[in-house]
């Protein structure tokens, strides 16, 4: 089974081809990973600077051909509803982990990149030891410099859905 047709079965909202060349790392988005918006930074294998400079994440992207990118929509009941944003990401992370799994089952040498940084251990193992599950873990689309708003832009499939929606995006990449 390809792997948009996995992804339609496992229910993501929206879904659609990623142009390798529309992918560009930016210094921009690490800085802003570096500022602690999610207070991952220097505290997982996943993330900057563990996952590799912004150099390594871009020749990492170029070495692949085709992608896929999709997306979990949820719909909140106003601004302040953290609950469903929090639901919406949950979600999306549930469903990007069996995608994932199924992607890197068919195609080994794949890199999925997903929202938020790696969270499966409690208490990650970086810097004092190896990781505990380096065949699941990943990075997030920020953690490699791309700024998802204009990914979506460039390959044709929207990043806002408009007052009272929350989309959470991520990606993998094939040979
Ligand atoms: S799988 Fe565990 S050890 Fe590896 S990056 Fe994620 S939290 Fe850290």
């Known amino acids: 089974m390809e792997l948009t047709e996995l992804a339609r079965e496992i229910g993501f909202e929206a879904f659609g081809i990623l142009r390798i060349e529309t ?9 802003m990973c570096a500022a602690g918006r ?4 220097g505290k997982r294998w996943s993330c900057p600077p563990a996952c590799g400079s912004i150099e390594k994440c871009a020749q990492r992207i170029a070495s692949y051909q085709s992608g896929l990118l999709v997306q979990t929509v949820g ?3 106003d601004v302040f509803d ?6 919406t990401e949950l979600t999306h992370k549930h469903r990007f982990e069996t995608l994932a799994r ?5 195609f080994p040498s794949c890199l999925p990149l997903t929202a938020g940084g790696c969270t499966r251990c409690a208490v990650c193992t970086y810097p004092d030891k190896p990781c505990r599950f380096p065949r699941k873990m990943m990075s997030s689309m920020e953690a490699y410099g791309l700024l998802v708003s204009e990914v979506c832009e460039k390959n044709g499939i929207p990043y ?8 959470f995006t991520s990606c993998i990449l094939t040979s």
């Open 160 to 167: 806002y859905y408009g007052e009272g929606s929350i989309a």
């Open 102 to 106: 199924q992607a890197r089952f068919r």
């Open 82 to 87: 953290a609950e469903g944003i929090h639901r």
């Open 38 to 41: 999610c207070r991952l930074y």
């Open 75 to 77: 719909k909140l009941e």
């Open 23 to 31: 992918l560009k790392p930016l210094p921009e988005v690490r800085d």
